[in-house]
C-alpha cells in the first residue's frame, strides 16, 4: 500500500479547505487535499453565492454577532467558537479579492458582505492550486487512523486504480460538508446532494465527540424550486400569508422577531400553516418597488440561478404573482444549526491533531459561508504549531463491498427516516417509539455489505452512520428546544434549557455529557 507522508492532510476541497491549504502554505507546512469529485465546482458553493455572511462589518462587535448567532439558535450557541471566527473573515475577504472575487462592500442582511459569488469556487479552487502541489481527487477517505487518542492519518480508497492508500500527517483536518439524502425530498434537493456525511462518519467512528446532532436544519424554501426565501423575507421584508391572507409569522411570533424570528420558527410557522388547513402559504412581494424588484432578481441569479429560470420559465412576475413556501426535507449541517463535530477554539476535535472546519464543525449556528473560510484559517494556523513524530505503521485497509444494492439501502433509510423520525410528511415531530423504531432499521441497514457503485457505497455507509448518531441524540434528549428541527410529540412543551448534547462513541456504546453554553 502507497503511503503518502505531508504535514497537513486536508479532507475535502470546500470553502474550508481550499482557505486552509491557503494559510498552511503561507505558515510554510506541506498540505494536500483529498476530494471525491473536482475542487473546480464541488461543496456547498459550486452553484455561486450573494454574499460572505458572518462578516463584521464597521462599528460592529464581535460580541454583537455572538448575541446575533445565539438568537438564531435559541439560545443555543458557542461563544468562544463564534468569537473566534468572526475576526478571521475581513482577512478571507481580503484574499478572495486579491484572487478576483468581485466584493461590493455593500451590507447584506445583518452580517453579510454582497460580493458577485458565482465563480466563488473556481477562484478558491485556484487559491488551493496556488497553495499546494498535490491534490488528490476522485479519492473517498474512508477510515481515521488514531492510536493512542491522536490521528496520525487517513486510509483514502482511489476510484481511478481501484486501490487504497494511506495519507500519513502530523495533522487532519476534517473539511468536508454536512450530510443531506438522509430523508425523502419531495423536489431538488437545497443541499448539494452529493455531502454524504463523510467527515461526520469518519469522526464517529474513530471516538470523536460530536455536539448537537439533534439539531437537524429545515429552511423555508420556495416550493418546487427550493430556493431560500431568507433574503426576500428579511432583506426585503416581504411578510408569509397563508391563504386566509394572514400576516401569521407577524401575528403569531411576534415576541420572537416576527419576520425576523429565528430560523427554526420561521420553518415552523408555515409547516404549522399547512398542519391546520391554512395552506398554500405565500411569500407576498407584491408591494417591492420595481427597483427592488432588479435588484432581488440580481442577487437571486448570483447564489441561486435555478430561481431564476424558474420564474422565467413559468413567465412569473415577482410584483403580480405569489410564490408559494414551504419547508424541506431535514438535512445535518453544521454551518446552519450547532450540529457537528466538537471543537475547542484551535478548531481541534477531541481527539488529538484531528481539527475540523466549516459545515462539519458544530456549535455556531448560521456561520454559513464566512464561518467556513474563517475557521480554514484557524485550523491550518493550529496545524502550523504542530510539532510531533508520526511514524505510525498504517495497515492493510480495503472498504468493503458486497452485493446489497446500496440504492435500497439508501431508499429503506430515507422512508424510515421520513416515517419514523420526524420528516416532512409527519410534520417533522417525533417521539421516543418511532426514533427508536427508525434507529432499529437503521442499525439493520449498517448490517449490510453493500454493492454496485463504489462511490454510492461509501456514501451510503455514511449516511447511515450519520443517522445512526442523529437519532442516538433525538431520543437523548429529553424536550422540545428548537421546533421544529427538534420537536417531540411525548415531551411537548417548549424548554429553555441552556446545554449542548455532546456524544462520543466508545467501546461499540454511546457516551454522553452535556455542555452548557
Same mark, same amino acid.
Not at 81 to 86: N, R
Given at each position: ?9 486536508i ?9 486552509a491549504s491557503y ?6 507546512? $506541506? ?6 469529485a473536482s ?7 459550486a ?13 460592529e462587535?464581535?460580541?454583537?454577532y455572538?448575541?446575533f448567532?445565539?438568537h438564531?439558535?435559541?439560545?443555543l ?9 468572526i ?9 478572495l $479579492? ?7 462592500h455593500e ?12 465563480h ?5 479552487a485556484?487559491i ?7 491534490i488528490?481527487e476522485?479519492?473517498y477517505?474512508f477510515?481515521?487512523?488514531?492510536e ?8 483514502v480508497?482511489?476510484f481511478?486504480?481501484?486501490?487504497t492508500f494511506?495519507?500519513r500527517?502530523k495533522?487532519v ?5 454536512g ?5 425523502m425530498?419531495?423536489t431538488?434537493?437545497w ?5 454524504a456525511?463523510?467527515?461526520y462518519s469518519l469522526a464517529?467512528?474513530a ?7 439533534e439539531f ?27 391563504? $386566509? ?14 419576520e425576523g424570528?429565528?430560523i427554526?420558527l420561521?420553518?415552523?410557522?408555515p409547516?404549522?400553516?399547512?398542519a391546520e388547513g391554512?395552506f398554500?402559504?405565500?411569500i407576498?412581494t407584491?408591494?417591492i418597488t420595481?427597483?427592488?424588484?432588479e ?11 435555478l ?5 422565467n420559465?413559468?413567465?412569473i412576475?415577482?410584483?403580480e404573482?405569489l410564490l ?8 445535518i ?6 450540529a ?6 484551535d478548531r ?7 481539527l475540523?472546519?466549516?459545515d462539519a464543525?458544530?456549535g455556531?449556528p448560521?456561520?454559513?459561508?464566512g ?5 480554514g484559517?484557524?485550523a ?12 505510525l ?10 452485493d446489497y ?5 439508501e431508499e ?5 427516516l421520513?416515517?419514523?423520525a ?10 421516543e417509539?418511532?426514533?427508536?423504531i427508525?434507529?432499529?432499521e ?16 461509501? $456514501? ?12 442516538h441524540?433525538?431520543?437523548?434528549r ?6 421544529p ?7 411537548p412543551e ?9 456524544s ?5 456504546e ?5 455542555d452548557y453554553?
Amino acid at each position: 500500500m502507497e503511503i503518502i507522508n505531508t504535514e497537513l492532510a486536508i479532507i475535502g476541497g470546500g470553502t474550508a479547505g481550499c482557505m486552509a491549504s491557503y494559510e498552511a502554505n503561507k505558515k510554510g507546512i $506541506e498540505n494536500l487535499i483529498i476530494e471525491k469529485a473536482s475542487i473546480r465546482r464541488s461543496g456547498c458553493l459550486a452553484p455561486g453565492v450573494n454574499a460572505i455572511y458572518s462578516y463584521l462589518h464597521e462599528g460592529e462587535k464581535p460580541e454583537d454577532y455572538y448575541e446575533f448567532v445565539k438568537h438564531q439558535g435559541m439560545g443555543l450557541a458557542r461563544r468562544d467558537l463564534a468569537l473566534t471566527l468572526i475576526k478571521e473573515t475581513p482577512y478571507a475577504v481580503e484574499i478572495l $479579492e486579491k484572487y478576483g472575487l468581485p466584493v461590493l462592500h455593500e451590507r447584506q442582511g445583518r452580517f453579510g458582505m454582497r460580493i458577485y459569488g458565482e465563480h466563488i469556487k473556481p477562484i478558491l479552487a485556484d487559491i488551493a492550486r496556488d497553495s499546494t502541489e498535490n491534490i488528490i481527487e476522485r479519492a473517498y477517505p474512508f477510515e481515521l487512523a488514531v492510536e493512542n487518542g491522536e490521528v496520525a492519518g487517513v486510509y483514502v480508497y482511489d476510484f481511478k486504480n481501484d486501490e487504497t492508500f494511506f495519507v500519513r500527517a502530523k495533522s487532519v483536518l476534517i473539511a468536508t460538508g454536512g450530510a443531506s439524502g438522509l430523508y425523502m425530498n419531495y423536489t431538488v434537493p437545497w443541499y448539494p446532494p452529493s455531502n454524504a456525511g463523510t467527515g461526520y462518519s469518519l469522526a464517529i467512528r474513530a471516538g470523536a465527540e460530536i455536539e448537537g446532532f439533534e439539531f437537524r436544519f429545515i429552511p423555508p424554501r420556495i416550493k418546487d424550486v427550493n430556493s431560500p426565501i431568507g433574503v426576500t423575507a428579511v432583506g426585503f421584508k416581504a411578510p408569509l400569508r397563508n391563504s $386566509e391572507g394572514q400576516e401569521f409569522m407577524k401575528e403569531k411570533f411576534a415576541e420572537y422577531g416576527g419576520e425576523g424570528s429565528p430560523i427554526a420558527l420561521r420553518a415552523l410557522g408555515p409547516i404549522r400553516e399547512y398542519a391546520e388547513g391554512r395552506f398554500p402559504v405565500y411569500i407576498d412581494t407584491s408591494e417591492i418597488t420595481d427597483e427592488q424588484k432588479e435588484r432581488l432578481l440580481r442577487l437571486y441569479l448570483n447564489a441561486w440561478p435555478l430561481f431564476y429560470l424558474f420564474i422565467n420559465a413559468r413567465g412569473i412576475d415577482l410584483k403580480e404573482k405569489l410564490l408559494e413556501v414551504m419547508p424541506c426535507e431535514p438535512y445535518i449541517s453544521g454551518s446552519h444549526t450547532v450540529a457537528g463535530i466538537w471543537v475547542n477554539e484551535d478548531r481541534m476535535t477531541s481527539i488529538k491533531y484531528l481539527l475540523a472546519a466549516g459545515d462539519a464543525a458544530g456549535g455556531v449556528p448560521l456561520k454559513h459561508v464566512g464561518g467556513a473560510l474563517a475557521e480554514g484559517i484557524i485550523a491550518a494556523r493550529t496545524a502550523s504549531r504542530t510539532k510531533r513524530a508520526n511514524d505510525l505503521k498504517p495497515e492493510e485497509r480495503i472498504p468493503e463491498f458486497g452485493d446489497y444494492s446500496w440504492k435500497d439501502a439508501e431508499e429503506r433509510m430515507k422512508f424510515v427516516l421520513e416515517h419514523y423520525a420526524g420528516g416532512l410528511s409527519r410534520y417533522y415531530i417525533y417521539n421516543e417509539q418511532s426514533a427508536r423504531i427508525a434507529l432499529a432499521e437503521v442499525n439493520k441497514l449498517l448490517t449490510l455489505k453493500l454493492g454496485g457503485d463504489r462511490l454510492r457505497c461509501l $456514501e451510503t455507509r455514511d449516511r447511515l452512520v450519520t443517522a445512526k448518531t442523529m437519532l442516538h441524540h433525538m431520543i437523548e434528549r429529553r424536550e422540545t428546544r428548537m421546533p421544529p428541527f427538534q420537536m417531540r410529540s411525548d415531551y411537548p412543551e417548549w424548554s429553555n434549557s441552556n446545554y449542548l448534547l455532546v456524544s462520543r462513541l466508545e467501546n461499540g456504546e454511546i457516551a454522553y455529557r452535556r455542555d452548557y453554553t
